[in-house]
């Protein structure tokens, strides 16, 4: 039982899931550059706003998930590791919601500056939050083309009489 777990859990490889844990600050790190350097996080917040209501889809907020599905099913295709995959798709998730840190939010009672604790607090609930649905998502499909891969892959037809004799 130990080892089916842990393999679902961690991964076949540990070379691979330990990659994927290496990969996944450097993820964080690029994604919070590119959200603070281009577009911003309010720009950011009213996409996902727009995006969740209803109100003003945004096409990059639906690319967006669709890479994060496609990055998941990829790292569960060649390792199959549930916590490795989960990291992975959250780290693009933790890194634009830290961006939020030095913005002004305004609430009910005034307006408020976002410090670092907060915005790292926010960007895990983040990350938590859309990371591990958006992971489990890629986990499956790419759990799936594992399978199909390894029962189709490699056949282009019947077998011949001289693979089973």
Known sequence: MVGPLRVALLGQRRDVSLLVALL???LALGTAWWVG?????????????????????????????????????????????LLPTSVLVGAPVFGAGVTRYGTTVTYSWGTHVVSLPEAVGIAGFFAVGFGIPIALCGFVLGRALRYVISVYGGHSGPPSPVENA
Do not use: C, E, K, M
């Open 24 to 26: 996944s600050p450097v």
């Open 37 to 81: 350097s281009t577009i911003g996080y309010d720009t950011l917040t009213a996409w996902v706003r727009g995006t969740w209501f209803g109100t003003d889809p945004s096409l990059a907020i639906f690319l967006a998930i669709g890479g994060l599905v496609v990055i998941g099913a990829i790292s569960a295709a060649v390792n199959s590791g």
